[in-house]
């Protein structure tokens, strides 16, 4: 089976990312990808099957699942009927910090993110507390968004309601290589995508011919580079929406070089022009970057 990597990045001003998405089945993308991330995923209500490592199962009346960094995992909307409604959060394990987890009142949570490496199937009492928890981040401003994803962790670690959902998880090599020459591009682009890209410099870092990246990124990451640096300038924008700015500011703080080919680009993207977007942001969820 084909392991899509997907590059997340986190919400303006905060440490996590926080998607809620509510969508018909039949729209819903399931394939089977990894991410560097804790990823926390609450499917409200519902039955489905979702993959996790090399298990395969099916949930009913919603799910909660916590996986671990780089643990191949489908989306949860494969057999679902109706609309799918689901709250994920995505964090690096590094914001909880080892000076952090070393303290005496993180002992449960550091517990439970090592376990969550063979991905963490929580029971329905747990998953209805945590539920309306998770659904009350979306209102809340970063800090108490913050404090609110901690007592949510302790919540689940300090719960023996739960199932681990593999006996052992082994990574593949492939993933491995794949990740630290990827993280070394994307990291490039992140520190340089309001100017201009040169592809010859993203290749040498990646130790390749122009030609052979091309080929490569393509191959692992399922779109072309030149899309791959559109989507990521137009997840920015976005963000910068969101913002006191106007659409001219945020076209050249994302490195385009003209209003109407990025208000095209955006539209292509998001299916709404920047200024229907900045109408609607606030209740709007876009992940351009899940390829």
């Known amino acids: 089976m ?49 993959q996790v ?34 709250v994920v959060v995505q964090f690096k394990k590094e914001v909880f910090a080892d000076p952090l987890l070393q303290r005496p009142e993180m002992k449960q949570i550091a517990l439970m993110l090592d376990r969550a490496k063979y991905g963490i199937s929580f029971g329905a009492e747990v998953k209805e507390q945590a539920k309306k928890r998770l659904v009350r981040l979306l209102k809340l401003p970063p800090f108490e968004r913050f404090m609110e994803i901690l007592g949510i962790l302790q919540l689940l670690a300090a719960s023996d309601d739960y199932s681990l959902l593999n006996n052992q998880v082994t990574l593949p090599n492939t993933i491995r290589k794949v990740h630290v020459r990827l993280q070394n591009i ?6 340089n995508y309001q100017e201009e890209i040169d592809i010859r410099k993203v290749a040498e870092i990646a130790h390749l011919t122009v030609p052979a990246f091309c080929n490569y990124f393509k191959k692992i990451m399922n779109i072309t580079f030149t899309d791959f640096i559109n989507q990521y300038r137009i997840e920015q924008a976005c963000i910068l929406l ?50």
Not at 23 to 43: D, R, T
Not at 60 to 81: A, I, K, Y
């Open 2 to 50: 084909k392991i899509e990597f997907e590059l997340i990045q986190e919400d303006e001003g905060s440490s996590f990312r926080l998607i809620h998405e509510r969508i018909p089945a039949e729209n819903y993308s399931w394939q089977y990808h990894y991410h560097p991330e804790c990823e926390l995923v609450c499917v409200l209500a519902g039955n489905g099957t979702r």
């Open 53 to 86: 490592g090399n298990h395969a199962g099916s949930y009913d009346n919603g799910d909660l699942v916590l996986m671990g960094p780089e643990l191949p995992h489908s989306g949860f909307g494969l057999n679902t009927h109706g609309m799918i409604e689901q």
């Open 186 to 191: 994307f990291n490039y682009v992140e520190q």
């Open 242 to 291: 969101q913002q006191e700015k106007s659409i001219g500011e945020v076209c050249f703080e994302c490195g385009f070089n003209n209003v109407p080919y990025f208000n095209k680009v955006f539209k292509s993207i998001t299916k709404k022009t920047p200024s229907e977007f900045k109408k609607t942001a606030g209740s709007y969820s876009y992940r351009a970057l899940a390829v």
